[in-house]
């Protein structure tokens, strides 16, 4: 079964960090891109980040970059989300995506599969 | 960049045929195609229904189906069922190299 899990979300501080992880299962998880996407409560969608099955290609919003990091770890079947700097309006369950199309190192931004999310507070 | 612009809700009776636009600019939905379409209900994940502007997934019923028009792309359910009523959001490349979407239609199935 396809399955993507996140996990590391909670309550934090302002201008603290957090570090958000995707564990991935049920498909060959270096064949695809991987991206996150956040939805703040009774929001919607909000694109965040995303990062080529190879890391060589990677693209933030314009609203996260320079605080937040995407990476990977095909060996490990993992994603994840280094939040820096972390704000009010960054609170939000935060959706880790897979990429539907494969066979390229690029980005394509369709998602054919969601994890659940993780929820992140912030708030003093 | 600015979400792309959809209704914030639309409403339509059991067997009728609804259409939700998404408007955006010649940078994002006008400039590509593509243009992905979600369903999402009360405390769950989105669920892709539409990619390519009008290409859709194995297993979506065929009462979905997309299009676009310059600037604009649009989601249209057929025959609709109780089970249809969600939360519908666009999405969309843009010429910056990133994604954007729309702000959400909520259907609701009268």
């Known amino acids: 079964e396809v399955q993507l899990v996140e996990s590391g979300g909670g309550l934090v501080q302002p201008g603290r960090s957090l570090r958000l992880s995707c564990a991935a299962s049920g498909f060959t998880f270096d064949d695809y891109a991987m991206h996150w996407v956040r939805q703040a409560p009774g929001k919607g969608l909000e694109w965040v980040s995303g990062?080529?099955?190879?890391?060589?290609?990677?693209v933030y919003a314009d609203s996260v970059k320079g605080r937040f990091t995407i990476s990977r770890d095909n060996a490990r079947n993992s994603l994840f989300l280094q939040m820096n700097s972390l704000r009010a309006e960054d609170t939000a369950l935060y959706y880790c995506?897979?990429?539907?199309?494969?066979?390229?190192?690029?980005?394509?931004?369709?998602?054919?599969?969601w994890g659940r999310g993780t929820m992140v507070t912030v708030s003093s | 960049q600015s979400a792309l612009t959809q209704p914030a809700s639309v409403s339509g009776s059991p067997g009728q045929s609804i259409t939700i636009s998404c408007t955006g600019t010649s940078s994002d939905i006008g400039g590509y195609n593509f243009v992905s379409w979600y369903q999402q209900h009360p405390g769950k994940a989105p669920k892709l229904m539409i990619s390519d502007v009008n290409r859709r997934p194995s297993g979506v019923s065929n009462r979905f189906s997309g299009s676009k028009s310059g600037d604009t792309a649009s989601l249209t359910i057929s025959g609709l069922q109780a089970e249809d009523e969600a939360d519908y959001y666009c999405s969309s490349y843009t010429s910056r190299n990133t994604w954007v979407f729309g702000g959400g239609t909520k259907l609701t199935v009268l």
């Open positions: 990062v080529t099955w190879s890391s060589a290609n990677i």
């Open positions: 995506a897979k990429e539907k199309y494969t066979g390229y190192d690029g980005l394509m931004g369709t998602y054919d599969m």
